[in-house]
């Protein structure tokens, strides 16, 4: 059947939340791998980690206030679903990342797997929420009303900004960090801009 004469259906609450659940904890696994090996990301994820570096504070705390200032904006420019949604994941993801700590401990990885499974776990993670209208907050907002207003790809909006990221990065962390962390923040962003498109399912 022709694609275009398919009923439309939105999604219920419990595919909502269970969708924004799921998607949350794969993202929340691959910032656990990403720190493990000392690597950073980006977006307010990695602006997160290099702070929590640098300073020794908390990465979920760090995360969880960094994104609270762009919650007005998505409530301008995507509606107040789409705020609460933003909102919420930001929560678990933050919640999640700290509960994996103490179950999920990790001696050893070498950075170049922990890039790799980090882009690819929290690539599909970023691209559920998304599906469902929802996100991590930060960079990720602005990427998608820029694709929504000007139908800029949101994965290469975020590349863009992870370059200039990285640059800064190269002040806080070794050469060789760095270079794994641009893999991975790589693999993440390609993942969403090979596969985040609007057109192939219906966003709540």
Same mark, same amino acid.
């Given at each position: 059947?022709?694609?275009?004469?398919?009923?439309?259906?939105?999604?219920?609450?419990? &595919?909502? !939340?269970?969708?924004?659940?799921?998607? #949350?904890?794969?993202?929340?696994?691959?910032?656990?791998?990403?720190? @493990?090996? /000392?690597?950073?990301?980006? %977006?307010?994820?990695?602006?997160?980690?290099?702070?929590?570096?640098?300073?020794?504070?908390?990465?979920?705390?760090?995360?969880?206030? $960094?994104?609270?200032?762009?919650?007005?904006?998505?409530?301008?420019?995507? =509606?107040?679903?789409?705020?609460?949604?933003?909102?919420?994941?930001?929560? !678990?993801?933050?919640?999640?990342? &700290?509960?994996?700590?103490?179950?999920?401990?990790?001696?050893?990885?070498?950075?170049?797997?922990?890039?790799?499974?980090?882009?690819?776990?929290? %690539?599909? %993670?970023?691209? =559920?929420?998304?599906?469902? #209208?929802?996100?991590?907050? /930060?960079? #990720?907002?602005?990427?998608?009303?820029?694709?929504?207003?000007?139908?800029?790809?949101?994965?290469?909006?975020?590349?863009?900004?992870?370059?200039?990221?990285? @640059?800064?990065?190269?002040?806080?962390?070794? !050469?060789?960090?760095?270079?794994? #962390? !641009?893999?991975?923040? $790589?693999?993440?962003?390609?993942?969403?801009?090979?596969?985040?498109?609007?057109?192939?399912?219906?966003?709540?």
């Amino acid at each position: 059947m022709n694609a275009d004469i398919l009923p439309t259906r939105r999604y219920t609450v419990f &595919e909502d !939340l269970q969708g924004l659940v799921i998607a #949350s904890a794969q993202a929340a696994l691959g910032i656990h791998l990403l720190r @493990a090996a /000392g690597l950073v990301t980006g %977006g307010t994820a990695g602006t997160a980690l290099i702070l929590s570096y640098a300073t020794g504070l908390n990465f979920s705390a760090l995360f969880f206030a $960094l994104n609270i200032p762009f919650y007005a904006l998505a409530w301008w420019a995507r =509606g107040p679903v789409f705020c609460v949604k933003s909102l919420a994941t930001v929560t !678990l993801v933050s919640v999640m990342a &700290e509960a994996l700590k103490p179950v999920m401990l990790l001696q050893t990885i070498h950075p170049a797997a922990a890039a790799l499974l980090f882009g690819v776990s929290a %690539g599909v %993670g970023l691209l =559920g929420l998304f599906r469902h #209208s929802g996100s991590l907050g /930060g960079v #990720s907002i602005i990427a998608l009303i820029l694709q929504d207003k000007l139908g800029w790809r949101a994965g290469y909006v975020q590349i863009v900004h992870d370059l200039c990221l990285f @640059a800064l990065a190269l002040w806080l962390l070794p !050469l060789d960090r760095v270079g794994w #962390s !641009l893999l991975g923040a $790589l693999v993440l962003n390609l993942v969403i801009a090979f596969n985040h498109r609007r057109d192939w399912y219906i966003v709540s």
